[in-house]
């Protein structure tokens, strides 16, 4: 498996624009979060996924961010209108819980941003 | 209740010395603690986890201690080489008879540095 696939790797934009990350987990996984990381705040959960269905979304900063898993596969994170104060590496990440007690997350590489 | 704090933020070492990271926690529902590992670029992957049933474990140099009691746990980094050199964040979550559906907490990290 390829693993946690995020896109871009490095999105720049200027203030204002609207922005939107992506992420594919790994097949076969059934929970999703999202993470951003930044030096003054450390690692944040932004939401997660739990088959497809938002569990937890205390972590959204603003209104300005939303977040959707359309299916299995896929689920983006948007903020618009995007503010340099967001910029920050964003992380997704996938597990699988079943009956078997094994919580292990999986990290994509990130998507550096930067709001300019 | 929720929190989990990481000390120290930042940690040099010399190459065969000890590494030593240190965590607290408040929730007594949390039944499992993984470490995790992040290398400059890359996105957090899982080191060594421990449940509260034992007191330590161990894999090849990396080892956890865990107080119960105490509500601490820690990473102890045996002979710590310069390929060790990495931001290490601990975590919690509660996996039996809670909805956290994975949800992990994480410390504020601890970046490690190991000179040659």
């Known amino acids: 498996d390829a693993g946690v696939i995020q896109s871009p790797r490095h999105e720049v934009t200027e203030m204002g624009q609207e922005v939107t990350l992506r992420c594919k987990p790994i097949s076969g996984h059934n929970s999703l979060f999202w993470y951003r990381q930044t030096m003054m705040r450390g690692l944040e959960l932004l939401i997660y996924f739990n088959n497809n269905v938002p569990i937890d979304d205390s972590g959204m900063p603003e209104d300005r961010f939303s977040a959707k898993m359309p299916n299995a596969s896929f689920s983006t994170l948007k903020i618009q209108p995007s503010e340099p104060r967001d910029s920050a590496v964003y992380f997704c990440?996938?597990?699988?819980?079943?009956?078997?007690?094994?919580?292990?997350?999986?990290f994509g590489a990130g998507t550096r941003l930067s709001v300019l | 209740q929720q929190q989990v704090k990481q000390s120290p933020q930042s940690l040099i070492v010399q190459k065969g010395g000890i590494s030593i990271i240190n965590c607290a926690y408040e929730?007594?529902?949390?039944?499992?603690f993984p470490w995790y590992q992040q290398f400059p670029g890359k996105g957090p992957a899982l080191l060594i986890a421990?449940?509260?049933?034992?007191s330590e474990k161990k894999e090849g140099r990396f080892t956890i201690s865990f107080n119960k009691s105490a509500k601490q746990f820690s990473l102890h980094i045996m002979d710590s080489q310069p390929g060790d050199s990495a931001t290490y964040f601990c975590?919690?979550?509660?996996?039996?008879?809670?909805?956290?559906?994975?949800?992990?907490?994480f410390g504020q990290g601890t970046i490690l540095t190991v000179h040659p």
């Open positions: 421990i449940r509260p049933d034992v």
């Open positions: 975590a919690a979550s509660r996996e039996v008879g809670g909805t956290s559906y994975g949800k992990l907490t």
């Open positions: 990440a996938s597990s699988f819980l079943g009956t078997v007690r094994k919580n292990i997350q999986y």
């Open positions: 929730n007594t529902a949390f039944d499992y």
